[in-house]
């Protein structure tokens, strides 16, 4: 059965072939690329090791491939920068977290809306917290420029707030913005709900103040350069066909749903360690990640959620070691001194992968892994009731998002007692694959904030003053 996009498509290419200038659609299947400018942040778009990533990333890529065309991915170093290179008509759409606004949705074709954010105002716990708008007054404001925020505050400036004064960021990441409250060089923050939602993890001093106005919504720009009649309805009919098929939740799910889960003490606790514990054992851990062919951060962060990278670390129940080994494991695992950091690390190591490759072959990536980890914590058997009781539900079990509701059940006696292994505790599995999924984004966030490529330095930035350029010293 064709989906709504692919008779679009049907419907108005040939159309558009009997055209003497064709529109964005026909310029885009003629050319086999699709154009997208993105910012480049943990909540848009960025690069790991793995390559391309990112929530917005793979909303267009999955456009791409149903038009059966290439994606190429433009990055914007300010917001500024995405819109000049949808005036230029150099990229086709804008695919970067952007709220609709009033002067926006007037000048652009847009997208219907695909998400949700708030915009809140930030503060560092133990500071001063405004808690209304008049709270504000006075207070250093950062935002980032040529945002949907900093029109807002100006709206509110000139609409009974003049005591309201700000500084705008020219940057295209609101990570900036939250470093500044961190090193204390400014006393609040606008920034919109879903990226503080995924970045508080690096900065655990940091809260929510108040939302800020009213809820907007996220939507894609195009180019107001192009004939964008069809490539918008094509657009729209793919973001409904992603909403109808749960594929938007579950890519929401998959790149922010574990910012969520641990506390702000929690999340302080590591940050702290990761400074302070985490080198000492990261050249070893990423030794052991390669031999076993594991993404290091994942060893780490599972490292950190048994022992908090402590060597000697012993449970009341006689498991040890960095990886918590119990004494059985150990010995399958040929692990002689669990309390060696190098044995520990291997012994888990070689244990979860053994654990990931007995499950079915048809769960797949990201989720295989989860259930990996929930099966490392709650045991194999145990998993297997979690899935049959996700399936019992209408839940799809080979679905960490499935499974995650189920596992809590195993601890209800209306429950446990209908499956094979009965009671087990499950919210505890739940909770330990979703703290290792929010220690393993911070270390991979650090990384990223780490090497985040810089914007391009203009020409004139290397002539003399005298010249119209910067002063050389100052570079």
Not at 22 to 33: H, W
Not at 219 to 235: F, G, K
Not at 383 to 398: C, F, I, N, S, Y
Not at 432 to 450: C, F, M, P, S, T
């Amino acid at each position: 059965m064709l989906n709504l996009l692919s008779l679009l498509l049907l419907t108005t290419l040939p159309l558009l072939a009997g055209c003497e200038q064709k529109d964005s659609l026909a310029q885009i299947m003629d050319s086999g690329r699709l154009t997208v400018v993105s910012r480049n942040s943990p909540t848009t778009w960025y690069v790991d090791k793995n390559g391309p990533t990112g929530f917005e990333y793979a909303l267009a890529s999955r456009f791409a491939a149903q038009l059966g065309v290439e994606l190429v991915l433009e990055p914007a170093f300010s917001l500024e920068d995405i819109f000049i290179q949808l005036d230029r008509g150099d990229a086709h759409v804008a695919a970067a977290g952007l709220a609709l606004t009033e002067e926006g949705g007037s000048r652009y074709p847009h997208s219907e809306p695909y998400y949700h954010l708030l915009p809140q105002v930030i503060y560092v716990a133990g500071t001063y917290r405004p808690r209304r708008l008049e709270d504000l007054a006075d207070m250093s404001i950062v935002v980032l420029a040529g945002s949907s925020h900093s029109r807002y505050l100006q709206h509110l400036q000139d609409n009974g707030y003049p005591q309201l004064s700000w500084t705008e960021v020219p940057e295209v990441d609101s990570m900036d913005l939250l470093e500044r409250l961190n090193q204390g060089t400014a006393e609040l923050a606008i920034v919109s709900s879903n990226e503080f939602e995924v970045q508080q993890r690096l900065y655990p001093r940091l809260k929510v103040a108040f939302d800020l106005g009213a809820r907007q919504d996220m939507v894609w720009y195009l180019s107001p350069e192009r004939d964008n009649t069809r490539l918008l309805e094509a657009i729209n009919a793919f973001l409904e066909e992603q909403r109808e098929k749960g594929e938007l939740d579950a890519l929401r799910e998959e790149h922010f749903g574990h910012s969520r889960i641990i506390s702000r003490i929690g999340s302080h606790t590591f940050t702290r360690n990761m400074r302070r514990t985490l080198p000492q054992w990261e050249k070893l851990i990423r030794k052991v990640a390669s031999e076993y062919q594991m993404d290091w951060h994942l060893l780490a962060a599972i490292a950190y959620q048994e022992s908090h990278w402590n060597p000697r670390a012993e449970s009341p129940t006689g498991v040890r070691g960095m990886m918590m080994l119990t004494l059985p494991t150990a010995k399958e695992m040929n692990v002689r001194d669990r309390t060696d950091p190098g044995q520990s690390l291997r012994g888990g190591a070689r244990y979860f992968k053994q654990i990931k490759r007995r499950l079915p072959d048809d769960i797949y990536e990201p989720d295989r892994t989860y259930l990996a980890l929930a099966a490392y914590n709650i045991g194999r058997g145990h998993l297997e009731d979690a899935r049959v009781l996700t399936q019992r539900r209408g839940g799809d079990p080979h679905l960490w998002s499935d499974v995650m509701e189920a596992l809590p059940l195993l601890q209800n006696s209306k429950y446990y007692r209908t499956v094979k292994r009965g009671y087990a505790r499950g919210k505890e599995a739940v909770s330990y694959v979703q703290n290792i999924r929010h220690y393993r984004g911070i270390l991979e966030w650090q990384d990223i904030a780490k090497n985040q490529p810089l914007p391009p330095v203009k020409p004139e930035q290397y002539l003399p003053a005298a010249l119209g350029g910067a002063n050389l010293r100052a570079l």
